[in-house]
């Protein structure tokens, strides 16, 4: 097991300027108007923001708040997560990697202050990693661009989380390798130890990984999808 705990610096400057155009529209005594007496310009003008605005909020909490996961349709050789605090609350990004037993993943705090935590007995926490795998906690990462690597060398689903921010749902998921769904402690009942947020959040990983391991393990050449050759996962 290769752990290292390490900060990068980034320099870089950043320059731009944002401008923002007032555009006004002064109507004449003489100009149409709707049956209602309103003017049709001005009556939708207000009404489409609003609705622009309240459907940009809904997108941005739906992706701020969605399962993050990378294209699970197999494991590549390593993964990145990003570790970030944002106004809709504190992330792991991607939620779920799945890398090739043997893979690393680096987790990098880009924002606040965070940990990766594993669920193992040797951090105090209910084992929901395979068995005989090893623990790992990066401990809190405060500066930016520090980052923390961990070496898996056992088969098998992982989950973790940030010790400030557990109890707040920050909980991911790593798969490793091609394992059988139904051996893995991680993907069983959450444990009821747990408060209801971090069970309900375990519980949608635990979906996340199982529907990823049936499509990426259903062809005998290990492609997703159907004896037709369509992945019938979805993205």
């Known amino acids: 097991m290769n752990d290292q705990l390490s900060r990068r610096t980034v320099l870089g400057v950043t320059s731009g300027?944002?401008?923002?155009?007032?555009?006004?529209?002064?109507?004449?005594?003489?100009?149409?108007?709707?049956?209602?007496?309103?003017?049709p310009d001005s009556s939708n003008q207000s009404g489409d923001e609003d609705v622009h605005n309240d459907s940009r909020d809904?997108?941005?909490?739906?992706?701020?708040?969605?399962?993050?996961?990378?294209?699970?349709?197999?494991?590549?050789?390593?993964?990145?997560?990003?570790?970030?605090?944002?106004?809709?609350?504190?992330?792991?990004?991607?939620?779920?990697?799945?890398?090739?037993?043997?893979?690393?993943?680096?987790?990098t705090n880009e924002s606040g202050s965070h940990s990766t935590t594993a669920y193992h007995p040797d951090n105090d926490e209910p084992s929901l990693v395979p068995d005989e795998a090893t623990a790992w906690d990066s401990g809190v990462l405060s500066e930016p661009e520090a980052t923390f690597d961990h070496t898996f060398e056992t088969e098998g689903v992982y989950h973790y989380y940030c010790t400030p921010h557990e109890t707040a749902g920050m909980i991911g998921s790593v798969i490793v390798?091609?394992?059988?769904?139904?051996?893995?402690?991680?993907?069983?009942?959450?444990?009821?130890?747990?408060?209801?947020?971090?069970?309900e959040k375990l519980a949608d990983l635990n979906e996340t990984v199982t529907g990823a391991l049936d499509g990426g393990t259903a062809d005998d050449d290990g492609h997703g999808g159907d004896d037709d050759g369509h992945d019938d996962h979805d993205h």
């Not at 990378?70 to 991607?94: N, R």
């Not at 394992?179 to 069970?199: G, H, M, N, V, Y």
Request: aromatic content about 4%; some cysteine; proline content about 7%.
């Open 17 to 39: 300027a944002i401008a923002t155009g007032v555009a006004g529209c002064l109507t004449g005594n003489d100009q149409q108007e709707d049956d209602d007496g309103q003017d």
């Open 58 to 107: 809904e997108n941005t909490d739906d992706h701020d708040h969605g399962s993050h996961s990378a294209d699970l349709d197999g494991p590549s050789a390593d993964a990145e997560v990003a570790m970030t605090t944002t106004e809709s609350g504190d992330h792991f990004e991607p939620h779920v990697v799945w890398i090739e037993q043997g893979g690393s993943v680096n987790w």
């Open 177 to 199: 390798g091609r394992p059988d769904p139904e051996t893995q402690p991680a993907l069983a009942e959450p444990p009821s130890e747990k408060s209801e947020t971090i069970r």
